[in-house]
């Protein structure tokens, strides 16, 4: 049996949750809260604010930005051409001469300033002994109709229900061996 194995089957033993504060800077404790009601909604296990009622513990970092994102692109195009004709003489006497220019340039440049926003999260699911039975990294620019932060978190808890479900399909004995 695998080491995922183990920790996925471990997952179906879990009856309370608590959700750790997450590290990471100012919107990580949102990113939190929006993990926990994505959570909740799930219905795999019950939530639970008091960690020592906990079967399991989430934790991790999240950190959500704002950033300008710059490009610039510059083409030129220049052609020059010439042509020049003589004919010389001496003791003052004067020769036929002709002369021709062409020339043609062209400059384009785009300068694009694009605002971005980026939510990240890394999160784990440990038991009491500290052993880690589930973890994702789920990352997210936004979505149609809702932010980059409420992105990673249902990011968070679709992968969190699919390997729930992945779980649920371990063979009887996997499961009998960690009890």
Do not use: C
């Not at 062209?106 to 694009?114: A, C, D, Y």
């Not at 999160?123 to 936004?142: A, C, F, H, P």
């Amino acid at each position: 049996m695998s080491p995922l194995d183990e920790g996925l089957s471990q997952l179906l033993r879990i009856r309370r949750l608590h959700v750790q504060e997450l590290s990471g800077g100012e919107a990580a404790s949102q990113i939190r809260d929006m993990i926990i009601a994505a959570l909740q909604a799930t219905g795999l296990f019950s939530v639970t604010e008091n960690p020592e009622r906990a079967d399991a513990y989430l934790k991790g970092t999240a950190e959500d930005l704002v950033f300008n994102e710059q490009f610039s692109s510059q083409d030129s195009i220049g052609i020059r051409s010439g042509v020049s004709t003589g004919r010389g003489g001496f003791a003052g006497r004067a020769g036929e001469r002709a002369a021709a220019s062409v020339g043609l340039s062209q400059n384009e440049e785009v300068k694009i300033n694009e605002r971005k926003h980026e939510a990240v999260a890394a999160v784990r699911i440990v038991n009491k002994e500290g052993d880690v039975l589930w973890s994702t990294t789920q990352e997210s620019y936004g979505a149609k109709f809702r932010g980059a932060s409420a992105d990673v978190a249902d990011k968070i808890t679709r992968q969190l229900r699919a390997d729930f479900e992945k779980a649920k399909k371990l063979p009887a004995q996997v499961a009998k061996t960690n009890d």
